[in-house]
Nanobody, 117 residues
Framework: QVQLVESGGGLVQTGGSLRLSCAVS????????MGWYRQAPGNERELVAR???????TYGTSVKDRFTMSRDNAKSTIYLQMNGLETEDTAVYYC???????????WGQGTQVTVSS
């Protein structure tokens, strides 16, 4: 059974940094299309960053130049380095992966990121 396992959330002060990780378990197939989304209370889920095979990551406008997404090409694992965190970045961050054959969407359980002023 495919599962996405996230880690790395927590509480940080404004201007601080956090690094999130997401790994796909339960599949021998490499997931190439993966991304990070976030949802703050009262808001819709929004794109943070996404990466597909052969292309560099794309970022949401509010995090560009502060967040960096990377991946381990040998595994279905992605990372999100978040620098210069702002209170507006407070949200639950979700990992997403699309199965390369079935195109089914998979989501992680979410990890809370809280930025205090």
């Amino acid at each position: 059974q495919v599962q996405l396992v996230e880690s790395g959330g927590g509480l940080v002060q404004t201007g601080g940094s956090l690094r999130l990780s997401c790994a796909v378990s339960g599949s021998v197939i490499i997931f190439n299309d993966m991304g990070w989304y976030r949802q703050a209370p009262g808001n819709e889920r929004e794109l943070v960053a996404r990466i597909t095979l052969g292309e560099g990551p794309t970022y949401g406008t509010s995090v560009k130049d502060r967040f960096t997404m990377s991946r381990d090409n040998a595994k279905s694992t992605i990372y999100l380095q978040m620098n210069g965190l702002e209170t507006e970045d407070t949200a639950v961050y979700y990992c997403n992966a699309i199965h390369p054959i079935t195109r089914k969407d998979y989501w992680g359980q979410g990890t809370q990121v809280t930025v205090s002023s």
